[in-house]
């Protein structure tokens, strides 16, 4: 069940441990992202055929729309209530910082590309959907998004993080595809990487 973090985890370490000093925090999540998006995507489809569980029924290109435009307004809605609720002065978010320092390209193809293709692949493609065969849909949505947070490992992000994962899971359960999620997660982030660059 965590064999999809851990995958991730080990495969960022060596990527810092190779790339660490000739690159920034945008690169090298970035180049993580890369190298596991053909590793998540044989895990998947392998998961898929075990199960056949998932993407029984074809996402068309609305419904993709639809779930990105909600999945903006949900994203600007947390960022919002973390924003006006005063945490970010008392808490560090040092690491999203980092992110949107990066060359604009780098963020453009790491964030908003590689790593929500990677992330939905993990986190809700595999992790999910097992915790939802042993614990029930309930148990594994609120599980897994609890991984999720704790995954991204500040405070700040976690309170993003949480229920952004249970939206996320909300929509794969609507689309019945991993398209779902990852349209919501391209969007999300490439709005905020929009509206960052913009200010």
Known sequence: MITPMVLHFLTSQAVVALFGRYCDMA??????????VPVAIFLYRREIMQYQDRER??????????????GIIVSQTLT?????????????????????????L???????????????????????????RMAGMQWGIVLSSLLFAIYHGNLIQMLYAFPMA???CAVYEKCDSIKGPIAVHMAAN???VILNDIR
């Not at 453009?108 to 992790?127: A, D, H, K, N, Q």
């Open 190 to 192: 490439l709005t905020a």
């Open 80 to 104: 919002w209530v973390i924003n006006v609720s005063g945490m970010i002065q008392y808490f560090s978010n040092e690491t999203q910082e980092k992110l949107f320092n990066g060359k604009f």
């Open 57 to 70: 029924k074809k996402t068309g290109k609305r419904d993709l729309i639809y779930a990105a435009l909600l």
């Open 106 to 132: 780098v963020q453009i193809l790491g964030s908003c590309v590689f790593v929500p293709i990677t992330e939905e692949i993990l986190f809700r493609g595999l992790t999910y959907q097992r915790m939802k």
């Open 27 to 36: 690169e090298l999540t970035a180049i993580t992202a890369a190298l596991l």
């Open 166 to 168: 249970l939206f996320l």
